[in-house]
């Protein structure tokens, strides 16, 4: 019933994804959404997440921003990042993602879609036939209240987590200790 919005992998953060082991396994690009998958809603990028930008890229990789976000909102972003990116890319529409692989010149099969929405990112990703990691979305500590929508996703993510067919269906991409 759910199995579109079922993501491949769920794990903590960006952080987590052992992107050697994603690379071993024939990926070649990465999607990323940006607001609370790599920094809190309209935040800037970090050091880290610059980095973990260069790391992936020294794998291999070829990146892609594919977000809802402006265009002067993905620029600001970007300043240290070398990435093309989607702006207003209109998610879960499977055109977005059908142009990012167009984008990176590589096939669905060859993509991984990383997201924090199981309505956007992980359902655009599924319909489009490409692999999806949900990550926990981030929030600040002091963000107590959690939307509808986010609550609707905890109950999908309880059934998600009790289906064994369902989940780590990418293998053990998590990095070690994690």
């Not at 609550?151 to 999908?156: D, F, N, R, S, V």
């Given at each position: 019933?759910?199995?579109?919005?079922y993501p491949y992998e769920y794990v903590e953060s960006v952080?987590?994804?052992?992107?050697?082991?994603?690379?071993?396994?024939g990926y070649r690009g990465l999607l990323f959404d940006v607001d609370n998958t790599l920094v809190h809603h309209g935040d800037d990028s970090t050091p880290e997440v610059d980095e973990?930008?260069?790391?992936v890229q020294k794998i291999g990789?070829?990146?892609?921003?594919?977000?809802?976000?402006?265009?002067?909102r993905v620029k600001r972003f970007i300043r240290n990042i070398d990435t093309p990116y989607l702006?207003?890319?209109?998610?879960?529409?499977?055109?977005?993602?059908?142009?990012?692989?167009?984008i990176l010149h590589l096939e669905n099969s060859q993509l991984v879609c990383i997201g924090d929405q199981l309505f956007t990112d992980i359902l655009g990703a599924n319909r489009s036939g490409i692999s999806?990691?949900?990550?926990?979305?981030?929030?600040?500590?002091?963000e107590t209240r959690i939307g509808k929508k986010r609550?609707?996703?905890?109950?999908?993510l309880w059934?998600?987590?009790r289906n064994p067919s369902a989940t780590h269906r990418l293998g053990n991409i998590q990095k070690e200790g994690q």
């Open positions: 019933m759910f199995w579109k919005l952080f987590d994804i052992d992107y050697t082991k994603l690379y071993q396994a973990l930008f260069r790391q990789f070829r990146t892609l921003l594919l977000t809802d976000n402006t265009e002067e702006c207003e890319a209109g998610k879960p529409d499977p055109s977005a993602y059908r142009r990012a692989a167009e999806s990691i949900l990550v926990r979305f981030i929030r600040l500590p002091a609550q609707l996703e905890k109950a999908i059934f998600y987590q």
